[in-house]
């Protein structure tokens, strides 16, 4: 179900930086895993980062590690998706999604979230 919404992508250069962020009319995301994921064409979908409802721990794909930064802003229903020293690798759409499974984050290939935005595209490009 798409109870998410995604936005922030755009057109950047490498090096640069984005921030995506991730919001619900519907779902109290503070009471959610919220994992981000993205998929590049012809590749298969990658979890980039996750956050866990229980105790906020993060966790992020060594893709993404070190450039990468994961946050909740409970006031406004919203996380955000934090990058900087953006590769051409990195193009992709990028999706946010939900679940109450703690367990699911470290995100693993085969864990599926319940609930998914309709994705914002990234492009990284001179």
């Known amino acids: 179900q798409l109870l998410l919404a995604e936005s922030g992508g755009g057109l950047v250069q490498p090096g640069g930086s984005l921030r995506l962020s991730c919001t619900s009319s519907?779902?109290?995301?503070?009471?959610?895993?919220i994992g981000w994921f993205r998929r590049a064409p012809g590749k298969e979908r990658e979890g980039v980062s996750c956050i866990r409802s229980d105790d906020n721990r993060i966790y992020y794909a060594d893709s993404v590690k070190g450039r990468s930064a994961i946050s909740r802003d409970n006031t406004n229903n919203t996380v955000y998706l934090q990058m900087r020293s953006l590769r051409p690798e990195d193009t992709a759409v990028y999706y946010c999604?939900?679940?109450?499974?703690?367990?699911?984050?470290?995100?693993?290939?085969?864990?599926?979230?319940?609930?998914w935005g309709q994705g914002t595209q990234v492009t990284v490009s001179s």
């Open positions: 999604a939900a679940t109450l499974r703690d367990s699911y984050c470290p995100i693993r290939p085969d864990y599926d979230y319940d609930y």
């Open positions: 519907r779902l109290t995301l503070k009471n959610y895993v």
